[in-house]
């Protein structure tokens, strides 16, 4: 079946609802955003016009383009309505276990008997999702990144139940979006958080071993093998006590050698828990890391 034959169902307008419905509206899918807070839909369209307008401005899409992928998208409040029918379903509700249970639970029923349901969950286990419904070998994890229309990757997370088949439609689905996909079996962390959480793990444990300062061992890695960002860095833009918690969940589930370093429960207690808070391993002014502000091994 070709893109624009296709319904897509995301339900969830949060921040990766928003961009996961821009992708399928983009690549020609028929695409309904449905959340129960009608100020949240309101805000995700606006937010997409946004990066169409955007990227009208910059030359990245046509006028023609961004007006025919805003046709593509429409918004709703009723998943009930929304779901009928529908070839594939992308849950991005928050993050509890019972709200994704519920509305998988209500609109499988709904959807076309062959419909791929995905979940968007970071963290979840997507087996434990799928015991909601009685066709659990077509749930699938689909693990977008933010800022989705960015971000190239989705980690495919296959549950106990998910057919070989629904995970090679889901990888076409993926490629349809201009996405890059890669297959892990349900595992804490997947791949990118559990490698994420070990670096930066080891990045706090050099900075408490006073082994270089935080500006250099982001200096390190960033030019040294070309990320992006530092690890120091990026545990301040994710948050501090958010990294703290996955690492807690890793050292239960995988074990030792994800054990937090105590530098990080000590920034969290003090609530220097990154950019948000305006203090982590760098302090920020409006927003910018102030220079030379790293944390010093002296301090600790
Ligand atoms: N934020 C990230 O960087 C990121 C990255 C990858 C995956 N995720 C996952 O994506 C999911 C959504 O995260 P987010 O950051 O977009 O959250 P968010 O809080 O921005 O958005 C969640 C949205 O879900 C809506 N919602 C809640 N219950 C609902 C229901 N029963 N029916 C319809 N809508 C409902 C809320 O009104 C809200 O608009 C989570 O599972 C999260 O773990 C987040």
Not at 207 to 223: N, P, V, W, Y
Not at 246 to 263: A, I, M, N, S, W
Not at 288 to 298: C, F, I
Request: aromatic share 4%.
């Amino acid at each position: 079946m070709s893109a624009n034959q296709e319904k897509v169902v995301v339900v969830g307008a949060g921040l990766m609802g928003t961009g996961i419905a821009h992708a399928f509206a983009s690549s020609g899918f028929s695409t309904l955003l449905v959340d129960t807070n009608s100020a949240a839909l309101a805000q995700a369209r606006a937010s997409i016009e946004k990066i169409f307008t955007d990227g009208v401005r910059l030359g990245k899409v046509s006028e023609e383009k961004a007006h025919q992928s805003l046709a593509n998208l429409l918004t709703c409040g009723d998943l009930s309505e929304a779901a009928i029918g529908a070839n594939v379903l992308v849950e991005t509700v928050s993050e509890q276990l019972a709200v994704k249970k519920a509305v998988i639970g209500q609109a499988a029923p709904l959807l076309a008997d062959d419909a791929i349901i995905a979940t968007n969950t970071s963290a979840l286990s997507v087996t434990e999702i799928a015991a909601s419904v009685d066709c659990a070998d077509r749930v699938v994890g689909m693990h977008f990144f933010n800022p989705v229309h960015k971000m190239k990757l989705v980690e495919l997370v296959r549950g106990l139940a998910t057919s070989d088949e629904v995970v090679a439609r889901t990888r076409t689905l993926c490629e349809q979006i201009g996405k890059t996909s890669i297959v892990v079996n349900e595992s804490p962390g997947l791949t990118t958080s559990r490698m994420s959480a070990l670096l930066g793990n080891e990045a706090m444990w050099m900075l408490q071993e006073g082994t270089a300062t935080a500006e250099d061992i982001d200096t390190a890695l960033r030019l040294g093998f070309n990320h992006p960002m530092g690890p120091l860095e990026l545990g301040d833009l994710t948050g501090w006590d958010t990294r703290l918690s996955v690492l807690r969940y890793l050292h239960q589930t995988l074990g030792e050698k994800f054990r937090p370093c105590p530098l990080i429960i000590k920034m969290v207690a003090a609530g220097r828990l990154g950019r948000k808070s305006g203090h982590g391993v760098y302090r920020y002014e409006e927003g910018k890391q102030v220079p030379g502000s790293g944390l010093k091994a002296s301090a600790l």
